[in-house]
């Protein structure tokens, strides 16, 4: 059954990709079975609709897929995901609310006080040196 999901994921993302690079007009780089496939899904959708077409191209993938994996007899039937439809991925801006004005507490304060006090404390060493060192 592993053999059979990944021939399905295979098949669905190979004839995802060559079907956006065909609309694209890049088919003629494609590989010769690529581009039989795509010729088979053509014709088929002359008869059906493009979600039948597609499905029917996507199975005939997965089987060569599935026999190419090694997968021996006929390829069971996988079923696909049904994917949840997407309404809307995109977030709106907001902008956050402003963080409340704390007071400054104690150690915070202290911690200030001592930087401040270590530079006037190094200025005044400076100075000391140059006026006073010959």
Known sequence: MMIARR????????????????KLNGASGLPPAAQEFLASYKTRLADM???EATEA???????????????????????PVKAEPVTDNVTA?????????TTQTAPALQRKLSAA????GLCAIYVAIRLYWP
């Open 49 to 51: 609709t493009e979600h």
């Open 93 to 101: 801006f907001r902008k956050l609310p402003p963080k409340p004005k």
């Open 117 to 120: 006090l270590i530079f006037v």
């Open 7 to 22: 021939a399905d994921t295979r098949a669905r993302a190979d004839f995802a990709t060559w079907k956006m690079i065909a």
């Open 57 to 79: 191209t996507i199975r005939e993938m997965y089987k060569a897929y599935y026999a190419e994996m090694g997968g021996g007899g006929a390829p069971p039937e996988v079923k």
